[in-house]
């Protein structure tokens, strides 16, 4: 394939930057859905074993090929010098904009009305304990008012985490990527005082249907850069989030816990870190110490869906149902559809006894995430708690294809029916 210029050519060109790394798989498919959008494409590959460089190549791209050199800012801004276009898009070979929105950006770019523009990266996700998540369906604000169009662009995924991130921007020297990891474009177009605008553009993000092992990897691979960022950033308490972000996906809990602390010390008053700081405690097997850091942070931030979704999970982790079960009430009083609530309250109702209230709770979990198998799991043990033993035991098989290696439901079914 090769790359076209668009039948209706604007005069200010458009270039498509990328760093890649065996991305085989997606390479292809990618540039051909994008190349027509745009003048160019420049892929900076760094070090595929895959392919991926040739495949870039056969789609019509300009492929570079560098040793990583240990930061993503680094490599995006060998993408950019090679870029000869008046505008420049940054995106990554996971990541997908719609037609109309490619549309979109073209016109902005020929307005020229600002110099950098907002787009929304939108990362699909099953994991609705993710903080920020919300349901890939349903008639949410954020969402486009065809919910059938929603649901293909979710590839099957069940919900999202929005971000916002300058991805288009005017070929200029002065706006460059800054960080090791979590590379950001703001901070050189605020210091060079330019012009930044929202977009209305969403970028479709699909990094968990890669392979488990990919992601292991480079988790591991965000870790050490992000441990690096932050101990050279020792003021910087976004570094330090982001630090204790690549902790928690690497299951290292306690190092999370440690890395949000900082990140509060220095931005007491950002909610996000104190909801992490205690999902973290919580995980770390420290539910009596997330709690107190909950309660703290309630009394000096007021009372928020988030922070009450993670502090009534803290108190039913350390064993206190009805005080866990009246903070969840109160979060879901805020945010009707909060999932990860709604499940957690399940489970808060079952050990009170209320089993008819925790199938009431697992339903309003099921509706906001139909593929979270605590849901499924919870629901069986109310149900058998009912006396509705056949209908536990298919509740049981859901929750274990939705998650075969969850030992609970494992066991849960192996009681019931002898199987697993």
Request: aromatic residues 6%; proline residues 5%.
């Amino acid at each position: 394939m090769i790359i076209a210029h668009p039948v209706n050519a604007v005069s200010r060109r458009l270039s498509l930057c990328m760093i890649v790394r065996d991305e085989a798989e997606w390479i292809e498919p990618f540039l051909e859905h994008h190349a027509p959008n745009v003048d160019e494409a420049v892929v900076v590959d760094t070090g595929s074993s895959d392919g991926t460089d040739a495949a870039a190549e056969r789609a019509g791209a300009r492929v570079v090929r560098i040793k990583w050199p240990n930061s993503f800012a680094a490599a995006r801004n060998m993408a950019l010098a090679e870029a000869t276009g008046d505008w420049i898009l940054t995106l990554d070979a996971d990541e997908w904009i719609t037609d109309d929105d490619m549309a979109a950006l073209r016109r902005l770019a020929e307005e020229g009305n600002a110099d950098a523009f907002v787009l929304t990266t939108r990362t699909y996700t099953d994991d609705s304990q993710i903080v920020g998540w919300a349901p890939a369906h349903g008639a949410e604000p954020a969402h486009s008012p065809e919910p059938a169009q929603d649901a293909a662009l979710a590839r099957g995924l069940a919900g999202y985490i929005d971000v916002p991130l300058i991805r288009l921007h005017r070929n200029d020297p002065r706006i460059l990527f800054e960080g090791e990891i979590h590379e950001l474009l703001a901070p050189s177009v605020d210091r060079a005082g330019l012009i930044t605008a929202p977009s209305g553009v969403i970028i479709h993000h699909y990094k968990e249907l890669k392979p488990a092992g990919s992601a292991r990897e480079k988790n591991r691979r965000y870790l050490e850069l992000s441990r690096a960022k932050a101990q050279r950033l020792q003021t910087d308490a976004h570094a330090f989030e982001e630090w204790g972000q690549a902790a928690f996906e690497c299951g290292e809990f306690a190092v999370a816990a440690e890395a949000f602390a900082r990140a509060i010390g220095l931005a007491p008053g950002v909610e996000k870190y104190a909801v992490e700081h205690g999902l973290a405690l919580t995980r770390a097997g420290r539910a009596p110490e997330a709690a107190a850091a909950y309660e703290q942070a309630l009394s000096r931030l007021g009372e928020t869906a988030e922070l009450l979704a993670g502090y009534g999970e803290s108190l039913l982790t350390a064993r206190r149902p009805a005080e866990a079960a009246a903070a969840l009430r109160r979060c879901l009083s805020l945010q009707s559809n909060h999932p990860r609530a709604a499940v957690n309250l399940s489970a808060a109702l079952i050990d009170l006894g209320d089993l008819p209230g925790a199938l009431q709770a697992c339903e309003c979990a099921r509706q906001a995430n139909p593929k979270d198998d605590l849901v499924f799991l919870n629901a069986a043990i109310a149900m058998q708690g009912l006396g509705r033993t056949t209908e536990a035991i298919e509740t049981l098989r859901q929750a274990l294809a939705l998650n075969p290696n969850r030992s609970q439901t494992k066991e849960a079914l192996r009681r019931l029916t002898g199987e697993g």
